[in-house]
């Protein structure tokens, strides 16, 4: 007999992965060049050559007990000395090595983060559409998700509502940007401005509010945007970083969190989040990972490859008659449904072998996501696929 809570998960499950899984079966039906899957934000995009070098570096330095030895639990200390020295020589920002925690992606180091920070019953505040398993991590630990509902005219943050809805109770607050699934990136003003509103309320409260900047398309920017380094705004801001999108290796399961020295009880953080990372059953994030990654910090996937796709599917969208705020980053377009009921198009959408999200997934119902991080020459087969489904509703 499962527990109560993971019989509500299973249940619930994720719509991203049936998707995934319903492709696959599709696939098999009408054959894969005849089915057009945009549901999941795997990168098309080849990892960077160096990737691969790095990888036979390691294993030709091989020395024993260090590649495959149990280690300390936030990594190894040249890693993330490397890492601290990158993202200073990045951000202008201090780090040392203390202040990186080696994570198994961006979902460990949230949930690791999640652990260190959370007593039951506090709130994690989330920005809607916000990517769904901040639900599932929130409630790992009994916390609860407070929603900003979203502005569908920009996709910015709603900052009166924001501002309004933070109490007592609120311990994280979670920016994304480049977001999932919108594309819209956060510009320096929002970030001042939301940074603003949590020094007021830290202060009415008189108890920290964390911004954990979760950060997995940071590198993947469009138009030479920029995306600006939040540290530098708000003390109590701890970052997540993962690679899975900026050198296309989720698989690999490797990431970070940044806790600064200024972020208040930054010790102590540090120190719970090796003890969560032990605790929480990961020990420590893969070591080969942690090794070839931080040979690999100033490699670029082809970000114009997704930049490509976004202009393909972006414009013919628009001539179609659909709406949507044009992305200025990760791969994701989200698109307002051609019907209230966002699950009632996936479905219609199925029909014409179109794979993708309900906006509802994302606590934004009456859109869908569309992930571009798929072949160009899908999208062009799909393309009048797209059309016929606008025609059905009358575009
Ligand atoms: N956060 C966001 C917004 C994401 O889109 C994803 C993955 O798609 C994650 C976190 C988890 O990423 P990772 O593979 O690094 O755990």
Do not use: W
Not at 66 to 71: D, P, V, W
């Amino acid at each position: 007999m499962i527990s109560k809570k993971m019989e509500n998960m299973v249940k619930n499950g994720s719509a991203i992965r049936a998707m995934f899984e319903e492709g696959k079966k599709m696939a098999e039906k009408y054959g894969a060049e005849n089915v057009y899957d945009f549901s999941l934000g795997n990168p098309s995009v080849e990892p960077p050559i160096e990737i691969k070098n790095a990888i036979n570096e390691v294993l030709e330095s091989y020395k024993p007990n260090y590649i495959h030895g149990y280690m300390l639990n936030p990594g190894y200390e040249e890693v993330r000395d490397a890492i601290a020295k990158n993202i200073n020589k990045r951000f202008g920002t201090n780090f040392a090595a203390k202040n990186i925690v080696m994570t198994v992606g961006a979902a460990g180091g949230m949930n690791v983060i999640m652990k260190s920070l959370l007593n039951p019953g506090d709130e994690v505040v989330v920005f809607s559409p916000y990517f769904g398993e901040y639900r599932s991590y929130a409630s790992n630990f009994d916390a609860k998700i407070v929603e900003i509902s979203p502005d569908t005219s920009s996709f910015q943050p709603k900052l009166d509502e924001f501002e309004a809805k933070l109490t007592d109770k609120a311990r994280i607050v979670i920016v994304n940007s480049p977001n999932n699934p919108t594309g819209v990136v956060y510009s320096e003003e929002t970030i001042k401005k939301i940074a603003a509103i949590l020094e007021k309320k830290q202060k009415e409260f008189g108890a920290p509010i964390y911004l954990l900047s979760d950060e997995p398309y940071r590198e993947l920017a469009f138009d030479g945007v920029e995306v600006p380094y939040l540290t530098k705004y708000y003390n109590n801001t701890i970052v997540g970083y993962s690679f899975s999108k900026s050198l296309s290796l989720p698989g690999d399961r490797i990431g970070y969190l940044v806790i600064p020295d200024e972020a208040e009880d930054s010790e102590n953080i540090i120190s719970a989040a090796g003890v969560a990372t032990r605790i929480l059953g990961f020990v420590n994030a893969p070591s080969l990972a942690q090794l070839f990654v931080s040979k690999c910090l100033d490699a670029k996937v082809d970000v114009e490859i997704y930049n490509r796709n976004r202009e393909l599917l972006y414009n013919a969208l628009l001539e179609y008659g659909y709406e949507c705020v044009k992305p200025e980053g990760a791969f994701y377009l989200f698109v307002k449904a051609l019907e209230p009921d966002d699950k009632a198009f996936v479905a219609k959408a199925k029909e014409h072998r179109l794979l993708i999200v309900p906006g509802s997934t994302f606590g934004c119902a009456g859109y869908v996501r569309i992930a571009y991080c798929v072949d160009y020459e899908m999208i062009k087969r799909a393309l009048p696929e797209f059309k016929k489904l606008a025609e059905e509703y009358g575009k």
